[in-house]
């Protein structure tokens, strides 16, 4: 009887310490899952939610509104080839790159640019009223004959034969004397290139000459640059965006200088985003 008693306390033994063993699992299980909840609660509030999608009233299709077409004309290319004038080259829109004859990099420039998908004109250097410096060897001077003007612009032409048009280095006495300017008109005319004014002086006769000459021909509205500040600079490109809203395009004109390549970059793809067009100069012709 006793025998038998004991045996019952161990096999009672043994069942409550089989239960503790049980439930201690249980609950190992319960932790682990609240973990792993825990976790999972986590990991969900680090995920970011989605922005609303919301319709823009500027689709850009066949039927878009367009806010106004900018063309930009960046000059003075040619002196430099470094992380600067390559900057200009991984600018995601239709530029223009105006490039100085003569420089060291000016065909090297050429090249790239039109790899990259931009357009290039020459840049040509035409004499200033007051002292007009470098370029000797290309510049147009109001006191050369018609022939040195014509080889000169040639010259220049053939040293950027990539080049599709032309527009004016400086220029302020030489832009609005009717014998330098009717000889580029006929350059031009003749190679079917266009020329667009600089208007570095308000004298500038280039595009009613070549109106009257039959060159395609526009003038730049804005100059972004003429002071060498990030907010001005990027004042004058808004000043260009408004232009270019009030009359449906306009033209701007730059610099090959790190502030503008700078504001450029930041600014291009929100004006884009609000609706603005840019262009190639060679599309905005009169
Ligand atoms: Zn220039």
Not at 109 to 114: T, Y
Not at 159 to 188: E, L
């Amino acid at each position: 009887m006793k025998n038998f008693r004991t045996s019952i306390i161990y096999l009672l033994i043994i069942i409550i310490m089989m239960l503790l063993v049980v439930l201690k699992r249980v609950d190992d299980r319960n932790t682990e899952l609240e973990e792993t909840i825990d976790f999972l609660r986590k990991r969900n509030s680090e995920i970011p939610i989605p922005a609303p999608i919301i319709p823009k009233n500027k689709i850009k299709e066949s039927s878009e509104v367009i806010e106004g077409v900018i063309g930009i004309i960046i000059d003075d290319f040619g002196y430099r080839n470094d992380e600067i004038s390559d900057g200009f080259l991984n600018l995601d829109a239709k530029l223009t790159y105006a490039i100085i004859p003569g420089h060291t990099y000016s065909n090297l420039f050429g090249k790239k640019a039109v790899e990259f998908g931009f357009e290039v004109i020459v840049h040509m250097p035409l004499e200033n009223t007051g002292k007009t410096f470098g370029e000797e060897d290309f510049v147009l001077l109001t006191s050369m004959n018609d022939n040195v003007i014509i080889e000169r612009l040639n010259k220049a032409l053939d040293q950027i034969p990539m080049a599709i048009g032309m527009n004016n280095h400086q220029g302020s006495k030489a832009s609005a004397d009717s014998k330098v300017v009717k000889n580029i008109a006929n350059v031009m005319k003749g190679k079917k290139l266009f020329f667009i004014d600089s208007r570095t002086t308000a004298e500038s006769i280039i595009e009613s000459t070549m109106v009257s000459l039959g060159v395609p021909t526009a003038r730049r509205n804005v100059f972004l640059d003429n002071e060498d500040d990030e907010e001005k600079i990027k004042a004058q490109l808004m000043e260009l965006a408004q232009k270019a809203s009030e009359l449906g395009s306009a033209i701007g004109i730059g610099h090959v200088k790190k502030k503008t390549l700078v504001v450029l970059k930041k600014y291009i793809p929100e004006l884009q985003e609000k609706g603005f067009k840019f262009e190639f100069v060679s599309k905005m012709l009169r």
